[in-house]
Structures are given as structure tokens and as C-alpha cells.
């Protein structure tokens, strides 16, 4: 199958790693194989799957240079049934290193074309930014998930995005499409934040997924012991709700 999901928001802290790392693990519980593919130089999502990112030999930077072979940077079994290919602050520089590439906005893509059908899903994690990362990310990818916090400015930033994502599909990747918004750190407690969703619902012409994310301690706590929260709480409300968005996910492909 080797289905390309971007997660991405422009906005920084509205639980895009975090849902990139905990659908990719709740993924593989489903019994599916899954790359998970970090693209933020920050590399949080790989310090999340457990993996000391200051002591990688290669990493991501070192394929989209042209340093390393796929197969030199992908980590296997960092998860059941999960490999990842990991980031850390040395692809901060690859901008700067990319200018005078050629076909710079594909490279990602052209370097897991090869591999991508050995697995039912590749989660890429993007940069909260709209860098030539992200542009990559959003060329290899079939489809973009955007996490939305459920907050008072939801919507900033929001409609920019969808018109970037229509730019992508326009010029450079014609059959990109939008998987959905996923609203992320609900809390029950609030009316802001039912109020959030039906506001984003009735402006913005996409599909919202019915999973919402709760604002939860142990899904925060989770990724600083290297664990998703499938792993470090299974029974908390986050991995349940990181689960049924998981499900959403399979049974709209």
C-alpha cells in the first residue's frame, strides 16, 4: 500500500509530533507497518520513539544531502513493526545546502519512492514552518493531516496552509490531498473548546476527523521517557483517543 501521510500545521504547539509519533504506534498496533519519517530538525519525534538523537552516525540530513543511502538512515524496529528514520539539529543546515540543488523540492520523494511499498503507512513529521522541508514532506506525501489545538486563534494560520497545500498540488504534487484535521488538547471542562470545533467545522470546507485529542498528562508526559503513550499509559485517555483516530485513518483508506 505505502501510504505518505504529512503531518503538518505552520503553528507551532498544537500537537503535530506528538500525533505523528502516537498514530504511527497506534498504527502498528492495528497490525500495520509503519515508517516514521522525522523531518523536524528539532527531532522530537525521534527522541520520542526512545532514541538519543545527539549520537546518531546518520540521519535524515545526511540523505537529503546526498551523503547516505536510504538503507544507511533508517533505524529498524525502534517500535513493533515500526522503523524510523530519525532527525536531529543537523538538518537545520540542509536549507542553506539545498539552494543550488537540483529538483531540491523532490528529493524525499525520490529517495523513498523505492522503499515506501514494503510498508502500509510512512508518517512524516514536518517542521512547524514552511521550509523547503515541508515542501519536500508535502511532495512525497499522498495526503496532509493537520492537528488543530483546540484554542481561541484555531484558525490562524489554517486557511494559509490549505492554500499551501493547493499551491503543492498544483505545481508540483497533483495528487495530494487533505486526510483531515484532527483536534487536539480538548478539554471537556471548557465550552472554548466544543466551541472551537464547531466554528473550525462550519469554516473550513475539509474533513474534520469525529477523534478528538484530550488535553492530557500522560500523552505530555509520554515522549520524555522515550515512549509513546500506547506504550507508557495504555490505558489512558490519550492512547484510547490515539487509537480511534488510527481506525479513522485506516478505514477512510
Same mark, same amino acid.
Given at each position: 500500500m505505502g501510504k505518505v501521510i504529512a503531518v503538518t500545521n505552520q503553528k507551532g504547539g498544537v500537537g503535530k509530533t506528538t500525533t505523528a509519533l502516537n498514530l504511527s504506534a497506534s498504527l502498528t498496533e492495528?497490525?500495520? /507497518? %509503519?515508517?516514521? %519519517?522525522? %523531518?523536524?530538525?528539532?527531532?522530537?519525534?525521534?527522541s520520542g520513539f526512545g532514541v538519543n538523537k545527539n549520537e546518531l552516525e546518520k540521519t535524515i540530513y545526511d540523505l537529503i544531502i546526498g551523503n547516505a543511502a536510504i538503507e544507511d538512515v533508517i533505524l529498524k524496529n525502534v517500535y513493533k513493526r515500526m522503523n524510523l528514520i530519525p532527525s536531529n539539529v543537523d538538518l537545520s543546515a540542509a536549507e542553506i545546502e539545498?539552494?543550488?540543488?537540483?529538483n531540491k523540492e523532490y528529493i524525499l520523494r525520490e529517495s523513498l519512492k523505492e522503499i515506501k511499498y514494503g510498508y502500509d503507512y510512512v508518517i512524516i513529521d514536518c517542521p512547524p514552518a514552511l521550509s523547503m522541508l515541508t515542501i519536500n514532506a508535502l511532495t512525497t506525501a499522498d495526503s496532509v493531516l493537520v492537528p488543530i489545538q483546540c484554542e481561541y486563534y484555531a484558525l490562524e494560520g489554517l486557511s494559509q496552509l490549505i492554500h499551501t497545500v493547493e499551491l503543492v498540488k498544483e505545481r508540483l504534487n497533483p495528487d495530494l490531498g487533505i486526510e483531515g484535521v484532527v483536534f487536539t488538547m480538548f478539554d471537556g471542562r471548557t465550552n472554548l473548546s466544543a466551541q472551537v470545533v464547531e466554528n473550525v467545522k462550519e469554516n473550513l470546507n475539509q474533513k474534520a476527523f469525529n477523534t478528538v485529542i484530550p /488535553?492530557?498528562?500522560r500523552l505530555a508526559e509520554s515522549p520524555s521517557y522515550g515512549m509513546p503513550i500506547t506504550q507508557y499509559d495504555s490505558k489512558s485517555p490519550g492512547a484510547e483517543a490515539y487509537r480511534k483516530l488510527a481506525k479513522e485513518i485506516i478505514r477512510g483508506a
Amino acid at each position: 500500500m505505502g501510504k505518505v501521510i504529512a503531518v503538518t500545521n505552520q503553528k507551532g504547539g498544537v500537537g503535530k509530533t506528538t500525533t505523528a509519533l502516537n498514530l504511527s504506534a497506534s498504527l502498528t498496533e492495528k497490525g500495520k /507497518r %509503519v515508517l516514521a %519519517v522525522d %523531518v523536524d530538525p528539532q527531532g522530537n519525534m525521534t527522541s520520542g520513539f526512545g532514541v538519543n538523537k545527539n549520537e546518531l552516525e546518520k540521519t535524515i540530513y545526511d540523505l537529503i544531502i546526498g551523503n547516505a543511502a536510504i538503507e544507511d538512515v533508517i533505524l529498524k524496529n525502534v517500535y513493533k513493526r515500526m522503523n524510523l528514520i530519525p532527525s536531529n539539529v543537523d538538518l537545520s543546515a540542509a536549507e542553506i545546502e539545498l539552494i543550488d540543488a537540483k529538483n531540491k523540492e523532490y528529493i524525499l520523494r525520490e529517495s523513498l519512492k523505492e522503499i515506501k511499498y514494503g510498508y502500509d503507512y510512512v508518517i512524516i513529521d514536518c517542521p512547524p514552518a514552511l521550509s523547503m522541508l515541508t515542501i519536500n514532506a508535502l511532495t512525497t506525501a499522498d495526503s496532509v493531516l493537520v492537528p488543530i489545538q483546540c484554542e481561541y486563534y484555531a484558525l490562524e494560520g489554517l486557511s494559509q496552509l490549505i492554500h499551501t497545500v493547493e499551491l503543492v498540488k498544483e505545481r508540483l504534487n497533483p495528487d495530494l490531498g487533505i486526510e483531515g484535521v484532527v483536534f487536539t488538547m480538548f478539554d471537556g471542562r471548557t465550552n472554548l473548546s466544543a466551541q472551537v470545533v464547531e466554528n473550525v467545522k462550519e469554516n473550513l470546507n475539509q474533513k474534520a476527523f469525529n477523534t478528538v485529542i484530550p /488535553r492530557n498528562i500522560r500523552l505530555a508526559e509520554s515522549p520524555s521517557y522515550g515512549m509513546p503513550i500506547t506504550q507508557y499509559d495504555s490505558k489512558s485517555p490519550g492512547a484510547e483517543a490515539y487509537r480511534k483516530l488510527a481506525k479513522e485513518i485506516i478505514r477512510g483508506a
